[in-house]
């Protein structure tokens, strides 16, 4: 196996690991959890925002050290991180301990980005950098897809499971202390200083904190709104996770369609989508809605992930790192505020409204224009 493909495989694992297992698989078990635990719906949100704080601190921590000691040590590191947030969860005898646990584990996936992308700005050649950038990317669908079968595979043992995930991310810290060349650190050269909030910016800011606020709905409760239905079971909610993390994998395709189509329209139509599959998964009547929920929600998340890089990059086209860090900054700070305000909403309203107000919330971002000073400028991707 070549240099540039041994890492591509190791990044794709990794975002898998981080993303996937660590990150998104806890509102795949958060029903379980909650039964050996006794959470509240607040306290779960709470626990829950934990991971997307995690992950805000993370990535400017990851950005700075992957200049200063380079990519290999961080990867390495995100993996451990992981490794020990999930080992964390694994043996949780509280909710206060859960907690610190589920933080640390979602904090990995904020360290594994920046390295990655500056190893593969190294050693994989500048024609096919993008593809190799976009297929590590795709490793979060890919992520959440396998935690599917695990819970499929393990029932109730919820614990068992964390414990294996945990092993496959000291597995993969190995495979990237071999797969990563040594000294390389981030070829991004910044200008320095706070970035100008132009209009655009402030779009982009306003967009991405309601669309990660509403993806809380189902990353962060969506076992626990399908369980609360009879007919659901484990097995369901594992078949619900796998159509999710599935669909997300067609968000690799965000470059060419906003190209083709525009930002806006895009944004506007995965925002769309994102709404209605928050509306199936939370109030869908029957198994067969709440799974194409589901899949409208994997891939319009991943999709319009893709859409505020591009945002971010436009909106300060002279400090492209800056800006698309920017985008996805306040998408996790907006998961970050989500999560407990979801949980609130369930604890002294009704399920159903929580839901409805969410879904709105990402129509609401649909308000937000990202070529409104720029005419129908359409950037080229860069992943």
Same mark, same amino acid.
């Given at each position: 196996?070549?240099?540039?493909?041994?890492?591509?495989?190791?990044?794709?694992?990794?975002?898998?690991?981080?993303?996937?297992?660590?990150?998104?698989?806890?509102?795949?078990?958060?029903?379980?959890?909650?039964?050996?635990?006794?959470?509240?719906?607040?306290?779960?949100?709470?626990?829950?925002?934990?991971?997307?704080?995690?992950?805000?601190?993370?990535?400017?921590?990851?950005?700075?050290?992957?200049?200063?000691?380079?990519?290999?040590?961080?990867?390495?590191?995100?993996?451990?991180?992981?490794?020990?947030?999930?080992?964390?969860?694994?043996?949780?005898?509280?909710?206060?301990?859960?907690?610190?646990?589920?933080?640390?584990?979602?904090?990995?996936?904020?360290?594994?980005?920046?390295?990655?992308?500056?190893?593969?700005?190294?050693?994989?050649?500048?024609?096919?950098?993008?593809?190799?950038?976009?297929?590590?990317?795709?490793?979060?669908?890919?992520?959440?897809?396998?935690?599917?079968?695990?819970?499929?595979?393990?029932?109730?043992?919820?614990?068992?499971?964390?414990?294996?995930?945990?092993?496959?991310?000291?597995?993969?810290?190995?495979?990237?202390?071999?797969?990563?060349?040594?000294?390389?650190?981030?070829?991004?050269?910044?200008?320095?200083?706070?970035?100008?909030?132009?209009?655009?910016?402030?779009?982009?800011?306003?967009?991405?904190?309601?669309?990660?606020?509403?993806?809380?709905?189902?990353?962060?409760?969506?076992?626990?709104?399908?369980?609360?239905?009879?007919?659901?079971?484990?097995?369901?909610?594992?078949?619900?996770?796998?159509?999710?993390?599935?669909?997300?994998?067609?968000?690799?395709?965000?470059?060419?369609?906003?190209?083709?189509?525009?930002?806006?329209?895009?944004?506007?139509?995965?925002?769309?989508?994102?709404?209605?599959?928050?509306?199936?998964?939370?109030?869908?009547?029957?198994?067969?809605?709440?799974?194409?929920?589901?899949?409208?929600?994997?891939?319009?998340?991943?999709?319009?992930?893709?859409?505020?890089?591009?945002?971010?990059?436009?909106?300060? @086209?002279?400090?492209?790192?800056?800006?698309?860090?920017?985008?996805?900054?306040?998408?996790?700070?907006?998961?970050?505020?989500?999560? @407990?305000?979801?949980?609130?909403?369930?604890?002294?309203?009704?399920?159903?409204?929580?839901?409805?107000?969410?879904?709105?919330?990402?129509?609401?971002?649909?308000?937000?224009?990202?070529?409104?000073?720029?005419?129908?400028?359409?950037?080229?991707?860069?992943?």
């Amino acid at each position: 196996m070549t240099p540039s493909l041994c890492l591509g495989a190791t990044g794709f694992t990794l975002i898998a690991v981080c993303y996937g297992f660590a990150r998104f698989a806890f509102g795949l078990f958060l029903p379980q959890i909650d039964a050996e635990l006794s959470l509240s719906s607040t306290l779960s949100g709470v626990i829950s925002a934990g991971a997307f704080l995690g992950y805000c601190i993370a990535i400017v921590l990851s950005a700075y050290l992957t200049e200063r000691v380079g990519a290999r040590p961080v990867a390495v590191g995100a993996a451990l991180v992981a490794a020990g947030g999930m080992a964390g969860i694994a043996s949780a005898p509280s909710a206060t301990w859960l907690a610190v646990a589920v933080m640390l584990a979602g904090s990995s996936t904020g360290l594994a980005s920046p390295p990655m992308a500056a190893a593969v700005s190294v050693v994989v050649r500048s024609s096919r950098q993008g593809a190799t950038n976009t297929a590590i990317n795709a490793g979060t669908g890919a992520g959440v897809v396998l935690s599917g079968p695990v819970a499929l595979m393990m029932g109730d043992q919820w614990r068992l499971a964390y414990a294996g995930f945990a092993a496959a991310a000291v597995g993969l810290a190995l495979a990237a202390a071999f797969s990563i060349p040594a000294n390389i650190r981030s070829t991004t050269k910044s200008k320095g200083g706070i970035p100008p909030f132009n209009g655009v910016l402030r779009r982009l800011m306003f967009a991405s904190f309601l669309m990660g606020s509403a993806s809380t709905a189902v990353w962060s409760f969506g076992g626990q709104l399908v369980t609360a239905r009879d007919a659901w079971n484990s097995t369901a909610v594992g078949l619900l996770w796998m159509g999710i993390g599935a669909a997300g994998i067609v968000g690799a395709g965000a470059g060419t369609l906003t190209a083709r189509y525009g930002l806006d329209r895009i944004h506007r139509i995965f925002l769309t989508t994102m709404a209605a599959g928050v509306l199936l998964v939370g109030v869908g009547g029957t198994t067969a809605l709440a799974l194409c929920g589901g899949i409208l929600f994997g891939a319009a998340y991943i999709m319009l992930t893709g859409v505020y890089l591009i945002w971010g990059v436009m909106a300060l @086209p002279d400090r492209p790192a800056t800006g698309l860090t920017i985008g996805f900054l306040t998408i996790a700070i907006g998961q970050t505020a989500g999560a @407990p305000f979801f949980g609130m909403l369930m604890d002294r309203l009704t399920t159903d409204y929580a839901v409805t107000i969410f879904a709105c919330l990402a129509l609401a971002a649909c308000l937000a224009r990202a070529e409104k000073e720029q005419g129908r400028s359409r950037p080229e991707c860069r992943e």
